[in-house]
Every structure is written in C-alpha cells, then in structure tokens.
C-alpha cells in the first residue's frame, strides 16, 4: 500500500508497512530451523504441543479481534491454560487500582464537549496517541467548549514532553514522586494543610494552585499513561489517581480516563471480562476461572518456570518481557500466529501467519473508552494467510479431535 | 427435532386461562402443538407443575454496566466459581456473574427470556456481543432515550414526527427492542455534577422538562406502536419522598392510552417508592403508588425486591449511583456516554439491621401484595440491584406464603417493622399468580406473542418444577416452594430438554428480540438530514459506523411495527 489518508502517524504506518516482513506460509521446527508446512499440519502440531502440556500459557490478544479472544478463551478452557494478555504488563495496575477505588470515567465525546481543564499525568499523547488533542481534548470542538481558549491543560511528567510544551501549567515530577503528590493532591482537596515545603519537587505552593484549578473547573479530565503505572508504586499510583478523581466529584464534576496503548487491548479485557469474570491473567487450570496476579499473571508464571508451552497471539513476548521470563519462554514450545516476522516467530516451534486485523481482517474492537467499533477489511490478506478467528476456530476443532490428554 | 408429549402435569397457563389442570403438552418443531404422533418421546410430568418458561422484564445481565461492574468487583466472583462440565462452559457468579453462567443459571430457574433494561445505545454493540454469548435464554435490550441530545432538541422543538421517526432510526441501529427512560434530563444535568428530582425541574442547557421528555416518548411509542410500554426509572431514584415523583410521572402521560396494553412501565419502583423527608424519616409510598396502579390501566410496575446480600447497584441513573455512593463508601464507578446517557456502579450490602434497607424489603413487598392485579405488577429484583436474579425462588416464597414473611419481619430493624404496612397484609399469591407476575404478564407486557404460554403455536419454551399443587401447601412448605423454583425439574427450550432435575444437560443458542418500526420516507428523510447535520458534532464515532448491522446478532429476531407516521 502506497498511502493513506486521513491516518494518524501509527495508523498510516499500520498499512503501509503491512506487507513489510510477512510470514506467508505456515512452519513448523524440524531439526532445529524453521521449515515450511501446510495450514493443517502447523495446526495438528500446535494442538499436539498444547494437549501435550500441563500449564500452556495464551498469551497475547491485544492486536486481534474480539471474536479472535473469544476463541482464544475456549482454547484456554479447553486444554486448562492461563489466558493473558498485554495489559498484564501495561495497565494491569490501573485495573488493580480500579479494584480498589472504582473509576469515575465517560466516553471521549463527553470530555471534547464539556472539559475546561484537562490533565495529562505520566503520558505524552502527542506520541502516543497523536489525534487525542485534536479530537477529544484541547484542540477539539465540543459542544460546550469550543477551541483551546475554552480549556485549560496541565501536564504531569518527570520530563518536558511535546506534550507538556502545550500545557498551561507543566509540573516536573520526580521520577518515582507520583504517588507523593497524588496524595497532597487529595490531601488539599480534602481541606488538610500539607506540612511539607516540596512534595516530589513540586513546591507545596504549586501543588495547591494544581488542587484550586482541579476544584474550580466545571468539567476536569485526567488521562494517565504508563508514566503512572509502571513507575515505582504502580497499582498504588493508579489507585491514588482514581481516588483523587472520585475525591474531586465531592466539589465538581471530574473524570479519568487511562491512555491505554495497544490496538485492541480494551477489548480483551472486555472479552475475558465478560466470559470468565476477570479481565486478564486468568488461569483456567482447574476447569473455572481464577484470578491472582502475581501468581496467575503471564510474566510471574513463566518467570517461575511453570509454564510448559505457550501459544502466542498477535504479540511478541520474546521482545517485551523482562529477560528472566524470556530465558525461560525459550526453552519452551512456542506457537506463534502472527501477521509479521519477530523474535517471538523466530524462536517458536510452530508458526501460523494471520492476517492484520482492520487491513486484511475484519472484527470487532474496543476504543479506550469502552466504545465498540467495527475493524473492516480494506485489502485481501497474501494468498494463504488467514485471520486469527479462523485459525483459532480450527486449532480448537483439532484439539477436540486429538481428545485433550489430561 | 423429535416430537414430545409432556404427560400429565399440572399446568399453569394464564394466559389460556388454565389453573392447575392435568393435562398433556405437545411439542413440534420447536412449537406448542394440538398434537403429536404415536412415537413423540414421551416425558411424564405426573405430579409436577408445568408452566411457561419463566420470562424477566428487567435484569442488568449484559453491557458496557455489567462488564465495568464484573471488572470491579473479582471479590464478587471468587467465592462462587462455576466449573466446565461435558455440557457448560466455565464462569463466575455472584451478583454479576459471567455470560455463559448467566445464561445457564436462569435456564436452571426455569427462564427463558430475559431482558436487559439499560442499554447505552452507542455502547451497544457490546451489549449484543454479551447477549449473542448468553446461552440457551432468548433475549433483547431497552435503549437509553431519557437523555438523548437529539430527542431533547426534538422535544423542545415539539417535532414529535422526527422524534418518532428518529426512536425507530435508532431501535434498528442498536437493535434495541423498546423506549428505555432512566431520569429523564437528570443525567444531563450530571454533566455539571447536577440532577433533576421532580418532574417540572429543568434540564440544564436544553430547557426542557422530564415531564415534557416523557410525554414526548410515550406519545412515541404509541405512533410507533411498540410491542411493549415506554420502561420507565423515574427522577429521584432512592431519595426519601420520591414516590410522589412516580406518582406524577404514572400521571404525566395517562392520556396516551393504547388499546389492550398499557402506556408505560415503571420499573423497581421500590427504589423510587419511598415517603419522608430524610433518610431516618423514610416511610413507605407502596399503598399511594399501589392505589394509583389499582385505579389505572395503563401503567404497570415491579418492585424490585430487595434481598438481604451483598448487591452491586447499577444504573444509568449515574448522579444516584454518587448519591448512594457517598453513604455507602463502598467502590464507585461512573461511565458518563456521550450525547446520550450515563452509568454508575456501586458495590452494597443490604441488612436486616439497617432501618433504611429494612424499609425498602418491606416497601417492596406491600408493593406486589397490594396491587391487585398480577397482570400489572411483575417479579424483579432489579438484578443486581435489589438483589441477583437468583433470589427470585426466595421472593416466591414470601410471595405465596405470609408465615415466610412473618419469619423474616421478626428479624428485621424494629422501627422499620413498626413502620411498615407489611404486617398487616395477609394475602398470599396462588401458583396460578406466581405463574401471571413471573411469564405470562411479562411476556404480554413485552408484547411477546409467542411467549408466556403454552397455547397452540406458541415457542415450546416449558418450565417442569417438582411441585405437587394438589399435595403441596405453600403457605407451610414455602420451603419446598422454594427449592422446586430454585431448581427446574426440566426446562425445555424451543423443545429441546436443556435442563434436567436443576443441572444443564444441553446448551443452545438462544435469539435476540428487537423491534423495527416502519415509518414514512419522508418523515425518515426530514429526519436523516437533521442527524447527518449534527452527528459529527456530538458523536466521536461516525454516524455510518453507529448502527449495528444485523448479521451482528448470532440469532437475529425482527420484530415489525406499522408506524401512524
């Protein structure tokens, strides 16, 4: 594909490079390299190597349909895996926080409409998520908002981003200081005075110009990145975010929305969500759901040297997990259906290559705020490959065939 | 399919006017029939109850709400696991348990149609990608209007032909089955923090009134003549002194009467049933609300029953859910949609101790023993909000039997017991009315014509329970009553047997009702252009990937309407 219009950056790049470093045909492992094979003999392997393990692993999800994740949640049932996915090492604590202390959230529309002051903690969407601003925050144009001058931004990050070149206000965190000054946020949103001179380098002055300006809004809008959950504290930053937010609806209306960055990730945890009551790490080993991260989550298990096989789907561990987990993730029989050539299909024992959903597949997605989209197909996938809901459908059939072994 | 002869049961059928008689049922292609041939598998009912499959009214079972309340709350789920079996996917309970649990755990009571009364229209793809996963049970979702941009600028411009023509737009784009109105023009007003509480109030920016929006929709949905009535959750929910908000909104829109069925139903009006000034000064609506249901025809209501449990409230209402909220301290979670409606969650604990909670056990009880009529008060529990849907062989029992009432008032809050009308209600429902409140009411009240009963030509949707009328007292052996409800003998869905002596022994896919009313071109062009012209302005989403096509739906089941525009 030459070129797209009306793309964002990530989103042109999604087609264009989407017939960038295929995989075309179905291989399987024969004396150490990858061989070709045909779908059903990939296939027949895969499910031999899942029937065969005590605690295979699925893992992956993001990037795929939710039909896809259905699926890959009655693969898991049937051989008795854990079911993962990618939030497990991006927003995993948001959800745990979540858990914890609720979620004051809206769709996008209602903040492009009724938000005077927009906050960006630990993310920075001009990168990530290059349309946010236009679309849903400060640049766009709502109903009752309708240009920059109506709106007011404060960044929160441990470094001036592009983002934060935006902002009214930029507050320069300390790295690791977010849940300090979450918690002075709240401290003097509740009425309390904050006995110390700095909180996380933010001098106390600017801290209580922050809670002002969050209290005499109309309408207040934190989105929150990694920045949040993967620094020290993680579940406790997110939860500290969360309550600040539901704290402020005690005096204005206020909402929170995590900047999740995955393509579908939103949707597999609605998916999981809705069919086994847990959103990810999900372990499936006892012929229920079971849910303890930590302990069923997908880089603790392996890292612990548990897993036996794992099944890999539109994902690419080998590349993202911490090199413990890695280590032993190698030694193991990989599956990998993926659309493109990674360190995760080079070092699997079987490889089925799928099509890219939303080019070449169609299904169904999640947005960041929980609102459902259909992906279409634009483009015919190469000659051979399939979508990932196909493969899936006729791995679980071979399973059952094969008769699951325990 | 093979034919079945269901043999010599008591039957209850309301609708066909059949109390308690034994008698056969035959069952062809999925269908009641007159009768079948000589090697029709034969089931012997002797000495149990037959009647049609259950049919709920009002149950949050699938969404954007329920998932966001699933997600929220694993500590819900983790002490009521639901293992595989040959027949079953695996899942959770508890208050809001996962689909396929879902799907079985109705089919277990004996239902087979259940609806979800709440659905964001922009959010529901998601719905229906719940509900096309729900097993064995038929179902449909209610959309959310109460707050809709587009049906507020039609209100206040009093264009009631394009806001015909746009509910009927907007029931085919979401695939939704009726009007849903959650506090009319209060959710807007949580925008700002704000709510509306009486009818006359008015909504921020838009200047109109709920009573005006009310109106408007149930003039709606007589034009577009909608197999059911407008569902309504009125303003105020859960504030002291709002039954007399019910009471006018009952009022508002009496004069929009439809011939043989009702104009509107207002849905767990225990919730918005309540007298006093302040929360220690809460006394019951039920008898003024029941009254007015008793002297009018068209409206009916359910009582959402409360139960003495650990619940998760979850509504559209979202600045309730906040109110609730601050007393409860619990978790909270809000899901603002815009242009359209809102969302609040809030995890609970009702007590006997508890005067309020006390309060609303009672209140709605007196509501289902004082209307008088079982064909205008329905069994809920506004699952998961009174409590989950599993109760309802509990709020059977206290139904048929004033001993099992008795029992419990003993140990509730004494001022609340003092202060209820409960005590001195001696009625007790007869299977025959169990059988009208809990399918055949509901069902005519869908407009369901092919549920609810078991007539020639009806969907051979039967419920078989292990109660023998004629040897069972229920008033004593309420107990009995309820374990028999708890656990379906059999229940057989579009003639297939799916549960067997209360486990499920088979897994089919159950269809997904929604309604298409046929409304002039022109109108529908007027209207059109109004929306292409603002869609983009109020929506994230473009207005040619909003409606849900129906190949979405896993089993698809239109039902045509002939609109008067």
């Known amino acids: ?277 847990y959103p990810y790490a999900v372990d499936l080993t006892q012929g229920y759901p079971r849910f303890n991260p930590g302990d069923t989550s997908a880089i603790d298990a392996i890292a612990r040297g548990e897993v036996d096989a794992a099944l890999v789907v539109a994902s690419d561990p080998v590349s993202h997990f911490p090199r413990e987990a890695v280590k032993h993730l190698l030694k193991i029989p990989i599956i990998a259906v993926e659309p493109k050539r990674t360190p995760t299909s080079e070092a699997a024992e079987v490889v089925i290559p799928s099509a890219i959903l939303g080019v070449e597949a169609a299904g169904t997605i999640y947005r960041i705020d929980g609102v459902a989209l259909e992906a279409r197909r634009v483009i015919a996938p190469p000659v051979g490959v399939r979508p990932d809901v196909e493969i899936l459908d006729t791995m679980i059939k071979r399973v059952k065939k094969l008769g699951v072994k325990h | 399919m093979p034919e079945l002869l269901i043999r010599n049961g008591y039957v209850f059928d309301p609708l066909n006017g059949i109390e308690g008689e034994r008698m056969d049922i035959a069952v062809k292609d999925g269908k009641i029939v007159e009768s079948v041939g000589r090697k029709a598998r034969v089931l012997d009912a002797s000495g149990m109850t037959v009647m049609p499959g259950g049919v709920d009214i009002h149950s949050h079972i699938a969404g954007s709400k329920a998932n966001c309340a699933r997600m929220m709350r694993p500590e819900d789920h983790s002490k009521d696991p639901e293992p595989k079996t040959r027949h ?12 396929f649990t879902t799907g079985y755990r109705y089919a277990r009571m004996g239902y087979t149609t259940v609806f979800e009364p709440a659905t964001p229209p922009l959010k529901a793809r998601h719905t229906h990608e719940e509900l096309n996963d729900i097993p064995i049970i038929d179902k449909g979702c209610f959309p959310l209007f109460g707050n809709n941009w587009f049906v507020m600028e039609y209100v206040k411009q009093g264009r009631i032909k394009e806001l015909a023509a746009y509910v009927a737009w907007m029931l085919e784009a979401t695939k939704g089955y009726a009007i849903k109105i959650v506090n009319p023009g209060g959710i807007e007003a949580w925008r700002w923090g704000g709510n509306l509480r009486h009818l006359d109030d008015t909504v921020p920016n838009f200047d109109v009134t709920p009573r005006e929006i009310v109106r408007a929709l149930c003039q709606v949905n007589k034009i577009l003549d909608l197999p059911h009535a407008v569902h309504i959750h009125p303003n105020g929910l859960s504030e002291p002194g709002n039954y007399q908000t019910t009471l006018d909104t009952m009022e508002c829109a009496r004069d929009f009467r439809r011939e043989g069925r009702t104009t509107m139903h207002v849905t767990h009006a225990q919730f918005t049933g309540r007298k006093g000034w302040s929360w220690p000064d809460v006394r019951s609506g039920a008898p003024e609300i029941a009254d007015y249901v008793n002297a009018h025809d068209h409206v009916s209501i359910d009582p959402g029953q409360l139960i003495f449990t650990n619940v998760t409230w979850m509504t559209a209402d979202g600045p309730a859910m906040f109110a609730l909220y601050k007393l409860a301290k619990t978790k909270w979670f809000n899901a603002d949609v815009e242009a359209e409606t809102g969302a609040g969650i809030v995890s609970a604990t009702y007590k006997k101790s508890n005067y309020v909670n006390a309060m609303q056990w009672g209140i709605a009880l007196e509501l289902a023993l004082l209307v008088k009529d079982p064909w205008k008060v329905y069994l809920t529990t506004d699952h998961p909000n009174g409590g989950p849907f599993t109760s309802y062989p509990r709020v059977i029992s206290w139904l048929v039997s004033n001993q099992a009432r008795q029992r419990l008032l003993d140990k509730i809050n004494k001022t609340a017991k003092r202060r209820l009308n409960l005590p001195g209600i001696d009625r007790e429902y007869s299977l025959y009315e169990i059988a009208t409140i809990t399918r055949a009411a509901t069902a005519k009240s869908l407009g369901l014509v092919s549920k609810g009963h078991l007539g020639s030509g009806a969907d051979a949707d039967i419920a078989i329970y292990d109660i023998e009328p004629k040897k069972i007292d229920p008033v004593k052996e309420y107990k009995a009553v309820r374990k028999a409800f708890a656990h379906a003998a059999y229940t057989i869905k579009d003639g297939r047997t799916v549960v067997k002596k209360g486990e499920v022994v088979r897994s089919v896919q159950g269809r997904t009702f929604w309604t298409k009313p046929k409304v002039s071109d022109d109108i529908m062009k007027t209207m059109i252009a109004d929306l292409e012209a603002k869609f983009d302005d109020y929506y994230t989403v473009r207005m040619a990937n909003y409606p849900i096509e129906e190949r979405y739906l896993t089993a698809s089941q239109m039902i045509t309407t002939n609109a008067g525009v």
Request: with cysteine; charged share 25%.
């Open chain 1, 1 to 277: 594909m030459d070129s797209v219009r009306n793309g964002c950056a990530i989103s042109v790049s999604r087609f264009t490079t989407s017939d960038k470093s295929r995989l075309l045909k179905p291989l399987v492992r024969k004396g150490g390299k990858l061989r070709p094979t045909t779908f059903a003999r990939a296939v027949d392997r895969a499910a031999r190597i899942l029937n065969n393990a005590k605690y295979p692993l699925l893992y992956g999800w993001s990037q795929t349909s939710c039909e896809a994740i259905s699926k890959g949640i009655e693969l898991a049932e049937l051989v008795g895996g854990l079911i993962d996915n990618t939030t497990t090492s991006c927003h995993g604590p948001t959800i745990l926080g979540v858990q914890d202390a609720g979620e004051a959230t809206c769709t996008l529309g209602e903040i492009r409409h009724s938000a005077d002051l927009v906050v960006y903690w630990g993310c920075n969407p001009v990168h990530s998520h290059p349309r946010h601003t236009n679309r849903y925050t400060i640049f766009s144009k709502g109903r009752f908002r309708k240009t920059r001058k109506d709106r007011k931004l404060i960044v929160v990050d441990v470094r001036k981003t592009d983002t934060a070149k935006l902002a009214d206000r930029f507050i320069q965190v300390e790295p690791n200081g977010d849940y300090e000054l979450l918690t002075a946020l709240r401290t003097a949103i509740n009425g309390e005075e904050i006995e110390q001179d700095t909180i996380a380098g933010v001098p106390v002055e600017t801290v209580e110009e922050i809670a002002n300006m969050m209290m005499e809004c109309e309408f207040g809008a934190l989105f929150f990145g990694l920045g949040l959950t993967m620094s020290a504290g993680k579940h406790r930053n997110t939860e500290a975010a969360l309550a600040l937010v539901r704290d402020l609806n005690y005096v204005t209306k206020f909402v929170i929305v995590p900047m999740r960055g995955w393509f579908n990730v939103t949707g597999a945890n609605e998916v999981s969500t809705w069919q086994t009551g």
């Open chain 2, 88 to 99: 079953t996917r695996s899942g959770v309970g508890h208050t809001i348990p996962s689909v």
